[in-house]
């Protein structure tokens, strides 16, 4: 009995243990996410923060929610200015660990002859030349560390994968997105940085609820999205691509980079 009573206390001790590892695999590191004030980026760095690390919100917007200043810091940063990107990267005097590019916008969908050029030129701007910025400023700074190397995750789509209808300039800036994470782990595996895609369904976030609320027909559009899922009448929440983005960026996933994560309930397979 007392040799069994010793074991169950040594297999409760490694599970606190093991429990322990996991939820603060990011002790240490800071993680510098676009578009972080609000859903899903907000998600990313309320998931990353409560595992351990110092996140900086790069958002032209503050949090709407307070951010406690001991868990990171918020720098104003316009991602489709180069400059703006640059300063907000290189005046962080820690490490620079991990780059989460999630800033994105969409528009509603009109068919590519009618689509204004202001329209494709912003969210172009944003969602594909803002992430080269992040990762070229971002890059610089990972190589110059010279140290134990670090993450990047790139918020792609799965209309970057399987172009969504009538969204031309959105589908193209995601779609190109994927090429970029491809480039940039192929070059910079030798520094130890790994670069990986997420391709998220639709997620119920402010994004989401703008576009379907600004839609002709809200309802059609809410029905319409219950079919991007394999799990009737689910669509993931920020938490679920968080949980994604998590894995990723921890040690349990070193040996994966240059790869896409569909975070889609099966969509793709559709």
Same mark, same amino acid.
């Given at each position: ?8 206390? !040594?297999?409760? =001790? ?28 907000? @998600?990313?760095?309320?998931?990353? $923060? ?37 300063? /907000?990267? !290189? $005046?962080? &005097? ?18 590519? =002859?009618?689509?204004?050029?202001? $329209? ?38 799965? /209309? ?24 940039? @782990? ?15 369904? /639709? ?12 839609? &002709? ?25 968080? /949980? ?27």
């Amino acid at each position: 009995m007392t040799s069994l009573k010793h074991l169950s206390l !040594s297999i409760n =001790h490694t599970c606190e243990m093991m429990k322990l590892s996991v939820e603060f695999v990011f002790i240490g590191k800071t993680a510098f996410i676009t578009g972080g004030s609000s859903g899903l980026g907000q @998600a990313i760095a309320s998931r990353l $923060s409560s595992q351990g690390a110092r996140v900086i919100i790069a958002d032209l917007q503050e949090p709407s929610k307070p951010w406690p200043s001991d868990r990171g810091i918020f720098t104003k940063t316009d991602v489709t200015n180069p400059e703006s990107v640059r300063q /907000a990267i !290189s $005046s962080q &005097k820690s490490q620079l660990d991990i780059i989460i590019n999630n800033a994105g916008i969409t528009h509603q969908p009109i068919p590519m =002859h009618q689509c204004p050029l202001d $329209s494709w030129h912003q969210v172009i701007n944003v969602n594909l030349n803002g992430a080269f910025y992040v990762m070229k400023y971002g890059l610089e700074q990972m190589v110059k560390q010279n140290s134990n190397g670090g993450v990047i995750i790139n918020t792609s789509s799965i /209309a970057g994968i399987f172009p969504q209808g009538d969204n031309p300039a959105y589908n193209c800036s995601k779609a190109a997105l994927i090429h970029l994470t491809i480039e940039a @782990a192929r070059h910079y595996g030798k520094y130890k940085i790994r670069v990986n895609a997420i391709a998220p369904t /639709a997620v119920y976030t402010p994004l989401i609820s703008k576009f379907i609320s600004e839609s &002709k027909d809200p309802n059609l559009i809410k029905d319409q999205l219950q079919y991007l899922s394999l799990i009737p009448g689910y669509l993931p929440e920020p938490e679920d691509i968080a /949980a994604a983005v998590a894995f990723l960026v921890s040690d349990e996933a070193k040996f994966i980079t240059g790869t896409v994560l569909p975070v889609d309930a099966g969509y793709l397979t559709m």
